[in-house]
C-alpha cells in the first residue's frame, strides 16, 4: 500500500465513536427479525442483508439472479507500522477505488462474478490513476444449511486477477504511490460460512467466517514500478503469497437497518527479486518489494434496505495494527442491486 504522519484519527476514538453509535441504535430499535436475503427471491417479513463491506458471501444465488454492487472506497494512509508493531511517520497520501460487482447465478450451486475498478492514488506531490487488474471469481455451494439445525452454508470460491492495472515505467514523482495494477496473475482459493442463528426472542445473528490463500505470478518490472524500483531497475518479481481471515457478523435492528461489522487478518509473505535493482530518486540503490507482513483491521457499517431488493452499506474501515505495512484510515460504501 502507498504510505508522512498527517493527522489521523486514534484507534482508541474510532472504537469509542462506533460504541456510542451501537449502544444509541440498540436503545432505539424495538424489533429485531431473521431470514436471509440473497437467496431468498420472494417477499416475506424476514429482515433484509446485503452483506458486510468485507466478507465473502456463503451462499450462491438462485440461477439467473443478477447481483450489480458498486463499491466506493477512500482511504488516508497516515503511518508506518515497523517491524515492532509500532506506528511511525510515513509519507501521506490517499487512495480512491471505485469497483463494480456483477455476480451471476449459473445454477442453483454455482455463480459467477467480475469486478471491474478504477483506481487514483495521490499525495501533495503528484497523482496517478487509471483502471485497475480485473477479477474474475466463481463460486461453487459445497454445502447446504439448514434453519433447524447448527449446519451452516459452505461455499468455496476461487478469483483469478488479470493484470490490466499499470504497474512498469512510472514517473520518479510518483514512485510512492505504486501504479493501478501488479502486473501479474493472482490466483485466490478460499472458503466461506455463513449461518443465522436465532436468539432469544425474535433476535437473530448472522455470521460469515471467510478463510483464503492467493498467490501470484513472476513478474518481469523496469523502472520506477508497483513494486519499488527507480532508474535502470530491470529484473523479476515474485509477489509473495496472502493469507486472509475475515471474521464477520449482521444484527438486524428493524427490518430495514442492520448493523455489521468485519474484523480482519492479513500475512503476505515477503517479495522476492532477481535483477539490477537500479537507484532511486536520491540516487541511493533502490529497493523492490517488501518483506514479511502482517495486518489487523475492522469495518463497522450500517446497512439501509429501501426493499428486499435495494439496499445501501456504509462504514469506516481502519487499521488495527500491523507489522511492516501502511497504517490507514477510510470509509466506504455500496450500493446493493438484486435483479
Known amino acids: 500500500m502507498p504510505s508522512h504522519l498527517e493527522y489521523t484519527v486514534p484507534v482508541g ?21 431473521c431470514g436471509d ?24 444465488l438462485d440461477p439467473g439472479r443478477v447481483v450489480v454492487q458498486p463499491y466506493v472506497a477512500y482511504t488516508h494512509y497516515g503511518g508506518l507500522y515497523n517491524d515492532n508493531w509500532r506506528l511511525q511517520s510515513a509519507t501521506v497520501s490517499r487512495t480512491i477505488i471505485q469497483q463494480t460487482f456483477f455476480i451471476y447465478g449459473v445454477t442453483d450451486r454455482i455463480d459467477i462474478g467480475i469486478a471491474p475498478q478504477w483506481l487514483e492514488n495521490s499525495s501533495s506531490r503528484d497523482s496517478i490513476s487509471g483502471v485497475g487488474d480485473l477479477p474474475l471469481h466463481l463460486g461453487f455451494q459445497v454445502l447446504r444449511g439448514d434453519d433447524n439445525s447448527w449446519l451452516p452454508y459452505v461455499l468455496f470460491w476461487v478469483q483469478e486477477i488479470f493484470p490490466t492495472g499499470r504497474y512498469n515505467d512510472l514517473g520518479p514523482s510518483t514512485a510512492d504511490l505504486g501504479g493501478t495494477g ?8 478460499g472458503v466461506a460460512v455463513q449461518k443465522t442463528l436465532r436468539l432469544r426472542g425474535d433476535h437473530v445473528l448472522r455470521y460469515r467466517l471467510n478463510a483464503s490463500y492467493g498467490f501470484s505470478s513472476p513478474v518481469a518490472v523496469r523502472g520506477f514500478n508497483t513494486y519499488g524500483g527507480g532508474s535502470n531497475t530491470a529484473g523479476r518479481v515474485e509477489p509473495g503469497s ?9 444484527y438486524p435492528l428493524t427490518r430495514q437497518v442492520v448493523l455489521a461489522l468485519d474484523i480482519g487478518f492479513q500475512t503476505i ?20 518489494g517488501k518483506g514479511y507482513r502482517n495486518l489487523v483491521s475492522i469495518a463497522p457499517a450500517v446497512e439501509y434496505h429501501f426493499t428486499q431488493h435495494i439496499g445501501l452499506i456504509a462504514g469506516p474501515w481502519f487499521s488495527l495494527s500491523g507489522k511492516n505495512t501502511a497504517e490507514f484510515f477510510g470509509a466506504v460504501a455500496a450500493f446493493y442491486l438484486l435483479l
Request: proline residues 5%; hydrophobic residues 40%.
Open 182 to 189: 501488479g502486473g501479474s496473475f493472482g490466483t485466490t482459493l
Open 13 to 33: 476514538t474510532r472504537l469509542t465513536i462506533f460504541l456510542c453509535v451501537l449502544i444509541a441504535c440498540v436503545c432505539l430499535s424495538d424489533a429485531a427479525w
Open 242 to 250: 496472502v493469507t486472509t481471515v475475515i471474521i464477520a457478523g449482521e
Open 269 to 288: 509473505n515477503a517479495t522476492r527479486f532477481s535483477g539490477t535493482t537500479g537507484v532511486d530518486v536520491h540516487g541511493e540503490p533502490a529497493l523492490v
Open 37 to 60: 436475503f440473497e437467496i431468498d427471491p420472494h417477499e416475506s417479513p424476514d429482515p433484509w442483508f446485503t452483506g458486510t463491506l468485507l466478507s465473502t458471501r456463503g451462499r450462491t
